[in-house]
């Protein structure tokens, strides 16, 4: 762990809450910033285990002590904290008018026990992930990035749910003028005149071979920012977004959020 990180994390939650005017309860022992910090640490440097997490900042001094089951509790009522700082922290530090769309698949449990899962069912839930060449049961995380490699926008729906239904939800978050790049799987006309109607953004997408080529000037911007959300699509796999373990969905959400902060603050320090 960094030691540098960690701190430097904490200071950013205290004030971002400060910011938000959020008062933390009169009898709570441990602040709503401590809890945060475990959360995000959890997912950066132990594959989301937040028990584990909590155990080893509690022993080295930067938390006062709290129990695990009482940790989750205040957790899940700080989901909406979470998700506030997520969009302070994507204000503050993503910039520029090239943007990265991508979709990553987030299994809540192995096909074989997909009947017996309780935390969704249905057949919207059994996806295919192309680049892997693999079937899963469980969500898929849409994403847009920057240039940076910080994500501005995100949404997680069912795996079975096409691309393009989030799309246009997603790219009217970001500012007129900007450009989206992205892979073969958002390839739509339709999308595409919409975007650019809806909120002025261009969607520039990578034809397939037995389509007529994207002009040099599209090439050669696909080339350059198409690899900014593999990397980021990385990092989130290192930090085990694909083998969380929650009892709820709400639990999985919150794993997934504190996630996309970790990644967000590493690659804006």
Known sequence: MNDTYIVTLYVIIED??????YVDDSRAQVKAAEVL????VAAKYFENHQARALGVLIGM???????ASRFNRRLHQLGGVLESLMGVVSDLWSGGEVFVIDTLPVPVCKRVRAKRCRKV??????????????????????LVCDAQGIPVAFDLLPARWDELVA??????TLAEGSCVVADKGYISYKEQLLAYLNGGVRLVAKFR???RGNSEADARLIRRYRPRIETLNSQLEKMGLQRLHARTNQGLALKVLASLCAVALSNAL
């Open 16 to 21: 971002t809450l400060n910011l938000m005017s």
């Open 37 to 40: 910090t475990v959360a995000i």
């Open 61 to 67: 001094g930067y938390i006062r002590r709290i129990s």
């Open 121 to 142: 069912q249905g057949r919207e839930f059994y996806g295919y992930c192309a680049s892997k060449d693999e079937h899963y049961f469980g969500w898929q995380l849409h």
């Open 167 to 172: 799309v246009q939800a997603l790219l009217a």
């Open 209 to 211: 071979t037995n389509m």
